[in-house]
Each structure stands twice: as C-alpha cells, then as structure tokens.
C-alpha cells in the first residue's frame, strides 16, 4: 500500500505482515500533519505489534518515537529529553524541569512543526504524572488554534486507562482526529501468518495463541506440521518453560493485577468461565460468593478486554461470559491446575491429563466463536442477507420441556417500522458428525421464534461441524435451499484454495 506524502511514496514496509486498515489510517494521519496538527489515539492489547507500526511510522515519514517504561516522572522526563537529543541533535542537550516545560517545548519547537509524534505506552506516563492530560489539552487547543505544531499519537495498552482518555469529561474529550484499536489478526489472516494449510489445524492452533502475531516469534518461529503434530507442538512451544510463551498466560494476568485487591478471586472468575461456568450465577456458585457481590470483578475484567460479555439475542436479560484471549483460557483450563508439575518438566503428563478438557471446555467453545465470526464477515448470499449482528443464545421449548441452545444466530440490520428477519440459526460441533437430529432440533428454535416482531419465513438452518455430516444430513441439504452444511474447510476457503 502506498500514499503520497510530501512528495513522494509513504509505503508500508515488506516486515509488516497484513494491518492494511491500519498502516492506511496512519499514513493517512502523517499526510495530514504536514498541514495542521492533531491528535491521535491507537491502543490495543499488548503483543498486537502496536509499537512495531508507530515505529515504522515515524520511520518512514521522520517523525519522533518515544516508548515509555515504568518509572517515576523525573527518570521518565530524562528519557524525553534523550529522545528529543537523538532525533534533533541539538548543540545543547534539552533539560525540562517538569513535564509541563517538556510538552509547552514539543510544540512549540519548530523543528518538530508539521511532524509526527508517538508517545507509546502513554499509560505509564499518565501513572506517574496525573496531570499530562491536561497539559496536552492546552497545548493541543494552542497548536490548532495557531494551526502549527507537532500532531501527536498517544499509544497504550492499558484499555481500561487509555478508554478513559476521550471519555465523559475526560481533558482529551472532543480533540482527538484518530482513535483505534490494533486488534489481533482475523482468525484467516492468523492461519496464513502461521503459514497453516489445513483448516483443523488452523483452529486447533488458534483456539491456543489467537491471532496475536508476537506469539510465533514467541515459539521461534515452530509451527505445527499437521494436524498429527499438535500435540507435540503444545509440548514444544506453550508447554514449554524454556519458551516465552510458556510464562505468557502468567504475565498477561499479573500485568492486569497489579493495582487490584483479592487478586485471587480475580483469577477465580476467570477460572469459572474457562470452566464452562459462564453465568453470573454459574460464576458466583464456582468462587462461592453471592452472584450481585461480583458485579465489579466482572466489571473490571470486561474493561480490561479479557473477558467478554454476550448478551442472549433471544433473551436480553440473560448473558454470559467467555475469556477473550485464547492463550489465558489455555492457561486456566490446561496449566494453571497443574502449574507446579509443568514447573517439574512433566507437561506430557499434564497435557494427556488436560486434552479431554482443552478439547471440552476450550475447543468446542472456540470452534462455535469462530463460526460467529465467520457467519458475521460472510458475504450477503449465504443467508440471503448482510448480516447486521450474530451472537449466541437459548431458546425455551415449553412443549418439549427443554431449551435449544443456538450458537450462531444470525440477524438482517433492523429496518423501522419492519418485523426485525433472523436469517439463520445454527448450532455448531468441534468434535461430533452432526446428523438430521441436529437439523431437528433447528427446525423446531425456528417453529418456536415464529412470532410477532420476528420475521422467520426464510430463515436458514445452519449447521457447523469440523468433524463433517453424515449422508442422510447431506441428502436433507441437498433438497431444502433452507438447510446449510458448513464445515472446516468452510471457515477457510483460502487455506482449501491454495492446496
């Protein structure tokens, strides 16, 4: 991808894998600059490659990158000063006596007018001295105001900090030109990253690292050979203490603890969900606490972006959790119940010991969240429809006495004044042939959510397997347009058509 930029070609360079979006509105960003100064916003989970861009970036187009570190604020004003010194050269070295003086400086330096400016880890900064959104504030409504000055790209990975930054009454409310979020790559581009083929493997590999692209560096670049191979693979690579990814789950988790009380039940909560306890009753019986006394851990885990919350699109009074990251459900549910034998070097024995529940409590649940992404990307034709929103959830059958759990449902945009069309219910199977029964029980959620302010007249049936369909299902499928199979191979057309 190339955009001019004063003159000449601003490309993104060959080592960045994919982040097209993301490279566009960045160099977007700098072009701009050129002519009038802004703010921006970029954050993101740790290990998402946020610095790897924002250095690029400023590579590319001369700016200033300044990474922060955890320290007080006098060490973290030297740490400006040099990093101003090495990108302008002054005759005499900059000294600041706070960092008040240091930001009036930034903007009002002309070697620095027109250029771009990345404060990375800005969290840490805002740590140590509260008062920086403020300061910027001024200085920001100073420079556009004036229509001279640096524009500046604040970066972090604190989501819960860096969220507050342009919120409510927040000082940075209303300023900033750029705000997004560097996300793990789609679950697609993941398996292409990892140079994967086959489409088990390439769920079975993200249902433990995800799509965040650090993680491969992580484990030295080994990648599972074949589905045959995964197994050893965990024992290579996260199972592995003399492998980063090893400690990952671990650090993830303490980085996120740090300024919490009851850390323990913090990490109970999320063991609950990886458990497969995802209510809020489910959870407060598994941490043995009354289900309202968790409402600020829940909340606090949601803020973080770790855990997520998915409301019933049948019943939205109901909801449930899942853990967002794969590589912290992996760590709740295989190493962190036998931490202290993995330490010992017998993760062969912990991994025989966890496969039937990775597999459970971790693969099934992975395999229907990959379904919904795919069933929310898939284009119009699929459903008969683009779809507006998909998400999970049950349906009562008074009749049968039973509930029908639907693991992908799938919504047209609502349209005033119109019965809001459910273009498909599916249900979806890691492990298992999915047979007419399934397709039954499908028929029957349809015959139940047939009702008004609910149009089901062309609803599809929809069901997920990675394990495949057996003959009398793909007879059923053949003869009603209203029945859909989507397998494996399905999810990943690009791995099926590159072989």
């Not at 302008?88 to 027109?114: C, K, M, N, Q």
């Not at 420079?143 to 000082?171: F, T």
């Not at 979020?181 to 995800?210: C, K, M, N």
């Amino acid at each position: 991808m190339f955009l001019a930029f004063g003159g000449r070609m601003l490309a993104k360079p060959s080592r960045i894998y994919d982040r097209e979006a993301e490279w566009d509105l960045l160099t977007r960003f700098a072009d701009r600059a050129k002519t009038r100064p802004q703010l921006g916003v970029v954050t993101g989970r740790r290990r998402q490659g946020k610095t790897y861009l924002l250095d690029a970036l400023t590579s590319q187009a001369g700016g200033l990158y300044f990474g922060a570190t955890q320290a007080t604020a006098t060490e973290s004003l030297a740490l400006f000063a040099a990093a101003l010194d090495r990108h302008l050269a002054p005759v005499t070295p900059h000294r600041f006596a706070d960092w008040d003086e240091a930001i009036t400086h930034l903007y009002s330096a002309p070697e620095l007018r027109g250029t771009v400016v990345v404060l990375d880890e800005f969290s840490y900064l805002t740590d140590a001295v509260p008062a920086l959104p403020s300061i910027l504030q001024r200085e920001v409504d100073r420079a556009v105001s004036r229509n001279e000055g640096p524009s500046v790209l604040l970066c972090g990975s604190a989501l819960s900090v860096m969220g507050r930054l342009l919120a409510g009454s927040a000082p940075l409310r209303g300023r900033a030109n750029l705000e997004f979020v560097v996300r793990p790559f789609e679950y697609q581009s993941a398996a292409r990253y990892w140079g994967i083929t086959d489409p088990r493997l390439a769920v079975l590999t993200h249902a433990v690292v995800g799509g965040t692209p650090a993680y491969r560096s992580f484990v030295n670049d080994d990648v599972p050979l074949g589905p045959g191979d995964f197994d050893d693979w965990v024992l290579r690579t996260v199972l592995n203490p003399g492998t980063p990814l090893f400690l990952e789950g671990r650090y993830l988790l303490a980085e996120e603890m740090v300024s919490q009380r009851e850390p323990n039940l913090y990490h109970s909560v999320l063991a609950a969900v990886a458990a497969g306890n995802n209510t809020r009753g489910g959870i407060a019986s598994y941490v043995g606490r009354k289900a309202n006394d968790l409402s600020h851990y829940l909340n606090v885990w949601e803020d973080t972006g770790l855990l997520v919350r998915e409301v019933d699109v049948f019943r939205p009074g109901r909801s449930t959790y899942r853990i967002a990251e794969p590589v912290i459900a992996f760590y709740e549910v295989v190493c962190r119940p036998r931490w202290g034998q993995l330490e010992a070097g017998r993760a062969a024995a912990v991994w025989q010991d966890a496969r039937v529940r990775f597999t459970a409590q971790l693969l099934g649940p992975h395999f229907e969240s990959l379904c919904r992404r795919w069933a929310l990307l898939a284009e119009p034709g699929r459903f008969g429809g683009l779809p507006g929103e998909v998400g999970t959830g049950v349906v009562a059958d008074a009749g049968g006495r039973s509930q029908i759990q639907v693991d992908v449902a799938v919504f047209a945009p609502t349209e005033p004044g119109r019965p809001r069309r459910l273009l498909s219910i599916g249900e979806a199977k890691w492990g298992k042939v999915m047979t007419t029964t399934h397709l039954d029980r499908l028929r029957r959620a349809v015959e139940l959510l047939a009702k008004p302010g609910l149009d089901t007249s062309h609803t599809i049936m929809t069901c997920y397997s990675a394990a495949g369909f057996d003959d009398k299902l793909w007879e059923a499928a053949a003869a009603d347009p209203r029945v859909q199979l989507v397998s494996a191979a399905d999810l990943y057309p690009e791995l099926v058509d590159s072989q």
